[in-house]
Nanobody
Framework: QVQLVESGGGLVQPGGSLRLSCTASRNIATAYIMGWYRQAPGKQRELVAQFTGGGTANYADSVKGRFTIPRDSAKNTVYLQMNSLKPEDTAVYYC????????WGQGTQVTVSS
């Protein structure tokens, strides 16, 4: 079973940047379409960014223009580059496969606050 490990979260001021990493226990680049989710306190988990089958990416309106998802297939790693962070981006961030979900990792906490 593929294991996912997220890292890179932390406390950042509004307007700042963070780069999250999601590393899989084996190569998933060709087998899964990956995405990033987040869950804020008291809210449902939401999808914020995902690769498409055509190799491009889609983003939730709330993060469009600020977040991107670079990938390093050689390292089995998917990143979430987050720029111009806002307090409403505060959440636990998870990666997972979109259409064939894998066991969820522990996530990584992102807190945007001054």
């Amino acid at each position: 079973q593929v294991q996912l490990v997220e890292s890179g979260g932390g406390l950042v001021q509004p307007g700042g940047s963070l780069r999250l990493s999601c590393t899989a226990s084996r190569n998933i680049a060709t087998a899964y379409i990956m995405g990033w989710y987040r869950q804020a306190p008291g809210k449902q988990r939401e999808l914020v960014a995902q690769f498409t089958g055509g190799g491009t990416a889609n983003y939730a309106d709330s993060v469009k223009g600020r977040f991107t998802i670079p990938r390093d297939s050689a390292k089995n790693t998917v990143y979430l580059q987050m720029n111009s962070l806002k307090p409403e981006d505060t959440a636990v961030y998870y990666c997972n496969a979109i259409y064939r979900p894998l066991p969820w990792g522990q996530g990584t906490q992102v807190t945007v606050s001054s």
